[in-house]
């Protein structure tokens, strides 16, 4: 089946082309990095991804997922072909490596995913410092507002209350205290 060979240069070219955008657009600051659909995990509104193992909590129907088994579908089912295997040994093969591809990308993306969400930044370590107003916050704890704080030499955006008048964006705040889960307790700093 000489067509079966195609169609793995095909895939191949296709995925590394768009693995290769989908990189150049995370490193330049694109779009690179999103899931298909609206949400994390969900392919036009409808959850399609999430395989519940606990600490492996995968979205394996991501894009980069997708795309990085297809690239390397292609490429074992050209190495396989090249190497003169059946063409049924090298559709296993190529089949193979393109879920093992999904589940791997799936995994890193979940690891990155759980690290630049919880970070390794205390909160507690950013009482006394001071930062700067991102998002203005309400008055007498109405509700949140956003600041970038200096925590450690690690600058952070976190969610921030204060208990006095109202705080406007690009003022400077000093860290009172925390306010709840992940959030400040700011007071206006003058000056």
Not at 92 to 115: P, Y
Not at 153 to 165: H, N
Request: proline letters at 2%; a negative charge.
């Amino acid at each position: 089946m000489d067509w079966m060979a195609d169609v793995y240069q095909i895939c191949a070219l296709v995925g590394g082309t768009l693995l290769v955008l989908q990189t150049l657009m995370m490193v330049f600051g694109g779009a690179g990095d999103h899931d298909m659909g609206h949400g994390e995990g969900d392919l036009a509104g409808h959850d399609v991804g999430h395989v519940d193992q606990g600490i492996f909590d995968l979205k394996w129907l991501s894009l980069k997922a997708i795309v990085s088994s297809l690239t390397f579908f292609g490429l074992a089912g050209l190495a396989a072909n090249k190497a003169g295997l059946s063409d049924f040994v090298a559709l296993a093969i190529a089949v193979i490596a393109g879920g093992i591809a999904v589940f791997v990308v799936a995994f890193l993306m979940a690891s990155l995913a759980r690290l630049q969400s919880r970070g390794n930044v205390d909160l507690a370590n950013a009482v006394g410092c001071t930062g700067k107003v991102y998002l203005r916050i309400p008055a007498a704890r109405v509700g949140p507002g956003k600041v970038t704080v200096e925590v450690r030499g690690r600058s952070v955006e976190v969610e921030a209350v204060t208990a006095g008048p109202e705080i406007p964006t690009g003022a400077a705040v000093r860290v009172l205290g925390l306010a709840g889960t992940g959030a400040l307790d700011v007071i206006s700093v003058v000056g």
